[in-house]
């Protein structure tokens, strides 16, 4: 136990927060709060009276944080795709080549199931928070390119010129984004991604990722 | 010339239209009238009124051919989707192989093209008309599954097993929505697929899907 928690004990009262801390909390409850509306309801029916219900903030709180219903809806896809991308590289360790790719699939659906409202929050997006959406989506692909540009410099994907790894990066994403719609999901909820689809996915991936030839090798 | 239409010049005086073929016509004209309108304004704006104006039919008369807006709605993807099978299919020839492959995503680039409403009409549908998605993705899906199975059959890609042919079917789809989304517009309207990019996608299936080697067999 540290210093300050023993120091807390025996006084037998907690810290008390800073005013920036105490704000950060309130903010951080209204995303939590309208993930969890708009995973349920959609970006239509998540009000503003249903959100700072759900975080237990009066009403007129919200517009200390807040524009509008709309600037919250344009950052909270952005923020959630920040969660993601950090559970993800928790994941990833020391793994290279398919490994790695194999990894990053199973991470992601495993988000998914952990946080099942993000689904219906990205796809509702394109139509509902296009801006969010294209911050998202060029921030997800931005980064999965850059991992695969990696990947690449090592000497991994011996058949792909450097400029195709971001057609390559937005060819999994969709992959990923399809599969989950199709089999990630028991009734409403997401589930557990089938074992052989993530088999075929990976056979998909092996082959035609990291097995293609160099350009003027033999091919086999 | 064909006979009937001898006459017709003879006689300077149209065929009559059937009732039935009047009432075809009507209703191919709101369909077309609201696929403009949700390409250019989405669903959400695409009132009756704008359809029927748009249309040249008066507005009372829509209700002879729709329950509501949303039933013109989950009507209009799937009526759009057989269009573009019927699009693709005209495309692919007698070509085997990766080559039917190229046919196909090329097709599908030229459809959107031609069709420019199409995409809005198709992701905002998953939000709006979800009904109309789920139909519209499991009819194109299973028509790519089953098409591959025949490609399967002549033994194009040993290394599947039957059942991975809808996982499969399922990425490349994908592939295609998110590759046109990023690179297929031009401005706010679909253009010309860059060319380097069509290669980056065929050298993944080619690799990936043809290439890939039979269980068992030798890895290379």
Redesign the interface.
């Known amino acids: 136990m540290s210093a300050t928690k023993e120091k807390e004990q025996q006084t037998d009262k907690p810290r008390r927060r800073s005013r920036a801390e105490r704000s950060e909390e309130t903010r951080q409850a209204l995303f939590q709060a309208a993930a969890e509306m708009v995973g349920e309801y ?1 970006y239509a029916e998540a009000s503003i009276s249903r959100i700072t219900a759900r975080a237990k903030v009066a009403q007129g709180t919200f517009y200390n944080y807040f524009d509008s219903r709309q600037d919250l809806f344009d950052q909270l896809l952005p923020a959630l795709g920040e969660k993601m991308l950090a559970y993800i590289r928790s994941r990833m360790g020391e793994a290279t080549g398919p490994e790695r790719e194999e990894r990053r699939i199973r991470a992601y659906f495993d988000f998914l199931r952990d946080y099942p409202e993000f689904y219906r929050i990205l ?2 997006a ?3 928070a296009p801006k969010a959406h294209r911050q998202h ?1 060029d921030a997800i ?1 931005g980064g999965y390119a850059r991992a695969l540009s990696r990947s690449w410099e090592r000497g991994e994907m011996p ?3 450097k ?2 790894l971001e ?2 990066a ?2 999994l ?3 990923r ?3 989950s ?3 990630g999901f028991s009734g409403d909820r997401p589930g557990a991604m089938p074992e ?2 993530i ?3 990976m ?3 092996r ?3 990291y ?3 160099a350009p003027g090798s033999k091919p ?1």
């Open positions: 959609g796809y509702e394109e139509t509902l989506i692909a058949g792909y010129e400029r195709e057609v390559v937005f060819m994403l969709a992959a984004g399809y599969l719609m199709r089999y052989w689809v088999e075929a996915y056979k998909f991936v082959h035609g990722l097995d293609a030839q086999t």
